[in-house]
């Protein structure tokens, strides 16, 4: 019988591969247009080499299918995860792997777990403490009017699991959570997030950031730790020694 491990390190090995493959982990070597000369500035304004860019996973519903799956899979059989009984998709990327790990749940296991999925707050933010002022201003009569921040059925007592793409600061997760908190006390309830699941932990310092704010955070795949073996045989010799 093949143990929990080996099956989650077979699909993220698996999965890996094909993302590099179909492009949606860019390289320098890899991307079109300018930022195969420039590379590409991230959310905290380093620069990078390397960019994952999952929101076109729609692109490919067989790789999609296998990320839902192997996220379904830890969902099943990782401690804290196998208690939440909903997941949220943070906008964008996390939202279409939301739903396809809830419908693996279902199809493949045999488990409810509905999705539910963030919407853009009124204003761009960076930080969590920008999306504490706006959802504060919004509490008090900022003129949003009824759009709910948090779209979905939340109910009494929900543990939900939070999923997005990539996790490099963690800032978005921290962001998504407030949004739950948000919307938990404007229909009077009370819910639990205190976890988040991704499909690539960029091994910058966001699962010391998460258990800063009393969350966990759980990858399917560690890119620096896991996905850069396993692609050195599909990189230029130049290309994986940079990244």
Known sequence: MVSYEHEKENSAREITTSLYEKGFIQTLWNAEGEHADTGWTLKNGSWSPLYINLRQIGNDPKIADKIGIALSLMLHEEENLKDCNKVVGIEMAGIPIAVSASLSCYNIRGEIRPYLYTRQLAEKVRTVEEARTLLEREKAGGGYGEKYFLEGRL????????????????????????????????????????????????????REAAEKEGMRLHSLIGFRSRALDWLQAEMQPGEHTLI
């Open 155 to 206: 109910e009494e007592g929900d543990n939900l699991c939070l999923i997005d793409d990539v996790a490099m600061d963690f800032a978005s997760k921290l962001i998504a959570r407030e949004i739950v908190r948000y919307e938990s006390e404007k229909r009077g309830i009370e819910v639990r997030c205190s976890n988040s699941l991704v499909v690539f932990d960029r091994d910058q310092g966001a």
